[in-house]
């Protein structure tokens, strides 16, 4: 299995710093994917990193607000700009060994944050 | 979009005995995969069932899945306290889209 690595765990923010997640994956991952959870809710899709180029970002999120980048094919970046109490939520960097969905997406122990 | 709606939204079993989570979802798909999430962690992959497919086994999991009806259940056997965790269903999209769509899972409790 694909091994993924995220930090931080989790911090504790102040409303408007902001705080950018890293996530490394091994040689086997080619896609890899940022979500968010809010509390008790389920994963929604932030946006794909891509490698070298404007990540693709799902609606309802802008690049000014969560700006990630992928250098290269193994590390991303994901940033929670001017964060408010409404950014609290749990922040996953996930990856696929491939493009297609039958292929199971692996993830990142995730990044809790809890802005004040 | 479509997305997959889990029942129950929470669960609380002996152990020992069988868990069922049932997903439902809203439009066609390629395959149906089901995740498990410890403590609000990172997910981990449990199975994946195709569409094509009826009924999946691994180890204690069995997985159902009806198209006409647009339903899955995953069905836990035997269960242990271990087995403690939130179970999410997600889905793809049939014309080709890359990305899966999670369902708002069940929060299942085993207690010893």
Known sequence: SAVISQKPSRDICQRGTSLTIQCQVDSQVTMMFWYRQQPGQSLTLIATANQGSEATYESGFVIDKFPISRPNLTFSTLTVSNMSPEDSSIYLCSGRRGGATNEKLFFGSGTQLSVL | ?112
Request: charged share 20%; proline share 2%; with cysteine.
């Open chain 2, 1 to 112: 979009s479509q997305q997959g709606e889990e029942d129950p939204q929470a669960l609380s079993i002996q152990e020992g005995e069988n868990a069922t989570m049932n997903c439902s979802y809203k439009t066609s798909i390629n395959n149906l995969q089901w995740y498990r999430q410890n403590s609000g962690r990172g997910l981990v992959h449990l199975i994946l069932i195709r569409s094509n497919e009826r009924e999946k086994h691994s180890g204690r999991l069995r997985v159902t899945l009806d198209t006409s009806k647009k339903s899955s259940s995953l069905l836990i056997t035997a269960s242990r306290a271990a087995d403690t965790a939130s179970y999410f269903c997600a889905t793809d999209g049939w014309a080709g889209s890359y990305q899966l769509t999670f369902g708002k899972g069940t929060k299942l409790s085993v207690i010893p």
